[in-house]
């Protein structure tokens, strides 16, 4: 059974830092990750996603890298803002078919002034 | 612009009573979904849908039904509310092009008392 970690929980930094959220899963046989944010009480904003024959995908001041063999994802968000605050989710689909996400539990993010 | 909306943003209900959330999506897509979110477990899939009339058992799908008779529109049942399913549910829904990106509504704050 697929098991999907985000660590840390929770994290607080202040404005203009670079930072990185990670994400590890148990089982390496994936399809794609996708990554989103949610802010406090809404629903989730879908931020990046990369396949599983890709090494990295950037948007903006957002990158996210796989390294599937591991079973890691990093999201780094360059020069940090207060508008980043939130919650951000990881998940992944396997391979070999099927429509199912597995969601990590999340990292809380603090952009402090 | 990509659009999944949701009937209700907060829901009060009592213990018993049979509880209806909707979600209508206007992008065509062939795939539905209907999630619960609560701390420390992340999102729980509990049923989906590929099509008109097809559904398909999530992870969590005890106590719940869903109804689907057009393909904008997925229904989730709780025929007896418990306060157990006091949660956050989020619906989603995606195509089948290889990026399978699920795109999700702003969520339903459900309270059973």
């Keep these: 059974k697929q098991e999907v970690t985000q660590i840390p929980a929770a994290l607080s930094v202040p404005e203009g830092e670079n930072l990185v959220l990670n994400c590890s899963f148990t089982d390496?046989?994936?399809?794609?990750?996708q990554w989103f944010r949610q802010d406090p009480g809404k629903g989730l904003t879908s931020l990046l996603l990369i396949q599983s024959s890709?090494?990295?995908?950037?948007?903006?001041?957002?990158?996210?890298?796989?390294?599937?063999?591991?079973?890691?994802?990093t999201l780094y968000i360059a020069a940090s803002q207060p508008g980043d605050s939130a919650t951000y989710l990881c998940a992944v689909r396997r391979a070999g078919g099927g429509n199912k996400l597995t969601f990590g539990t999340g990292t809380q993010l603090k952009v402090e002034l | 612009d990509v659009k999944v909306t949701?009937?209700?943003?907060?829901?009060v209900k009592r213990t018993g009573e049979k509880?209806?959330?909707?979600?209508?999506?206007?992008?065509?897509?062939?795939?539905?979904?209907?999630?619960?979110?609560?701390?420390?477990?992340?999102l729980r899939l509990i049923y989906f849908s590929y099509d008109v009339k097809m559904k398909e058992k999530g992870d969590i799908p005890e106590g719940y039904s869903v109804s689907r008779e057009?393909?904008?529109?997925?229904?989730?049942?709780?025929?007896?509310?418990?306060?157990?399913?006091?949660?956050?549910?989020?619906?989603?829904?995606?195509?089948?092009?290889?990026?399978?990106?699920?795109y999700f509504g702003p969520g339903t704050r459900l309270t059973v008392t």
């Excluded at chain 2, 949701?6 to 829901?11: A, C, T």
């Design chain 2, 70 to 102: 057009k393909k904008e529109r997925f229904s989730l049942i709780l025929e007896s509310a418990s306060t157990n399913q006091t949660s956050m549910y989020l619906c989603a829904s995606n195509s089948l092009p290889s990026s399978y990106e699920q």
């Design chain 2, 6 to 11: 949701q009937s209700s943003r907060y829901l």
């Design chain 1, 54 to 73: 890709q090494r990295e995908q950037t948007s903006g001041r957002l990158n996210a890298s796989l390294d599937k063999s591991s079973g890691r994802s």
């Design chain 2, 19 to 42: 509880v209806f959330l909707e979600c209508v999506q206007d992008m065509d897509h062939e795939n539905m979904f209907w999630y619960r979110q609560d701390p420390g477990l992340g």
């Design chain 1, 28 to 33: 390496s046989a994936i399809y794609n990750l």
